[in-house]
């Protein structure tokens, strides 16, 4: 039963107690008793007083009698415990008090001493509570200070553009503004109730990552080159590119992920800049992709007839123009009859759609012989004696043929169409 008076001195000097006693004499001796290490020691003569003032402040410890006129001990606690459940308190009784102790025990009172008083084992449980005290209070006071370096934390990632992700044991554990925005969610707590898993998040791609799940998603990023990193992410109709950063914390299975949008660098490097189409080399790597899956590629061929017309006689800003809008007509005919197939841009007047099953019939019924007149020209294109309508042509390819058998298909297809 060691105490070190010292501790005991400094954690009482940091706790305010309020002592209720009906007996006069005992109160006074031990009110001086506690008055040697605690400053802030508060009277009370029986359970009535002692619960007015309870109610007037907060005190750290509650060290009370049972037997008391007008309120007794026992009352005096249940009312205390209905305001502060938690409320640290030490039970002076007699030997004759024992009947009252299953009932301190349903009030989670588990701290008791008998009187008269040794005061050596009295110190004790005064340093045993108050130590106690004193550890919750440094505790509060640091997780007060990590809330607050967290929050300033959140403050500073959030003016971050780019996205930041923390996902700990496979689950989101922070986000900053600028991801939410990339995902469109208003908070973590929406993120982790709508989509835990971020990888959802990614549509399908054969030039990006494809991860359903955030355990999936880190798996890959380990095993790709930074170069590879990248995920695609469709929204309000228009895809994004993101390139991908990912960083292990020291904290088992614990991982920064940072979200750089690189979608200007993508649409230069893979969209052709009038159509907005992906370019000659990104349709032959689809296709190449594809022959690993099937033993024949269906491909619809769309063009406009007398397209040189336009160039010759409007010159090439109008020839742009036209091929602009008639590029917007194929993708909306793709979106609303042939969904999610693939378009690509193989040249001027040249646009390509691949699907790896017999489902192109219906989009080359619209798409075959199209008036220009239900095209809507943003251009101030002159009028001609001849009308520019569109042409199409259905192929099915082999996929055993090598990858540059296939371009010459193509292109002698269009040579005759």
């Known amino acids: 039963m060691d105490i070190n008076i010292v501790k005991l001195k400094k954690y009482a000097s940091e706790c305010s107690v309020l002592y209720v006693e009906d007996d006069e004499l005992i109160r006074t001796q031990t009110a001086n008793f506690l008055g040697r290490f605690f ?7 029986d359970g009535s007083i002692g619960l007015a003032k309870y109610k007037k402040r907060k005190f750290d410890v509650v060290i009370t009698d049972i037997n008391m006129p007008q309120m007794n001990g026992i009352e005096m606690i249940e009312a205390i415990k209905e305001v502060n459940y938690e409320q640290v308190i030490l039970v002076t009784s007699a030997h004759s008090d024992s009947e009252y102790l299953m009932k301190l025990i349903n009030l989670h009172v588990m701290r008791f001493i008998l009187k008269p008083f040794d005061n050596k084992q009295f110190l004790y ?8 005290i004193s550890r919750e ?3 509060i006071k640091h997780q007060d200070k990590i809330n607050l370096l967290s929050k300033d934390a959140q403050i500073i990632v959030d003016e971050i553009k780019v996205g930041i992700v923390t996902i700990k044991e496979n689950r989101v554990d922070m986000v900053n503004r600028a991801f939410l925005e990339i995902g469109g ?3 973590l707590e929406t993120l982790n109730l709508e989509m835990p898993e971020i990888g959802v998040l990614f549509a399908g791609s054969s030039h990006a990552i494809n991860a359903t ?3 999936e998603l880190i798996k890959q990023l380990q095993s790709l080159s930074d170069d590879e990193k990248n995920v695609r992410i469709i929204r309000d109709k228009k895809t994004h590119e993101y390139q991908i950063s990912l960083t ?3 904290d088992k299975d614990s991982y920064i992920l940072t979200f750089s949008d690189i979608t200007a660098i993508y649409d230069a490097m893979y969209l052709e800049s009038h159509t907005k189409l992906p370019m000659r080399k990104f349709v032959w790597a689809e296709m190449e992709i594809l022959k690993q899956y099937t033993n024949k590629l269906n491909v619809l061929l769309v063009s406009v007839k007398n397209f040189d017309n336009i160039a010759k006689w409007h010159g090439k800003a109008e020839t742009i123009a036209v091929e602009i809008e008639f590029s917007n007509i194929v993708k909306e005919a793709v979106e609303k009859h042939a969904f999610g197939k693939f378009i690509g841009y193989l040249g001027e007047n040249q646009i390509i759609i691949i699907s790896d099953a017999n489902d192109l019939d219906l989009l ?3 798409l075959s012989d199209m008036s220009l007149s239900t095209i809507k020209l943003n251009s101030q294109l002159k009028k001609a004696d001849f009308h520019l309508t569109t042409m199409a042509k259905i192929l099915q390819l082999d996929t055993s043929k090598e990858l540059n058998e296939l ?3 193509l292109v002698n297809a269009y040579d005759l169409m």
Not at 39 to 45: I, N, S
Not at 127 to 132: D, G, L, P, R
């Open 185 to 187: 969610f208003d908070s």
């Open 364 to 366: 080359y019924s619209v």
């Open 125 to 132: 449980i005064l340093y045993k509570i108050v130590k106690e």
């Open 213 to 215: 799940t955030n355990s």
């Open 248 to 250: 292990k914390l020291e």
């Open 137 to 139: 209070k440094e505790n």
């Open 39 to 45: 400053p802030d020691v508060v009277l009370a003569e």
């Open 407 to 409: 371009e010459v298909d």
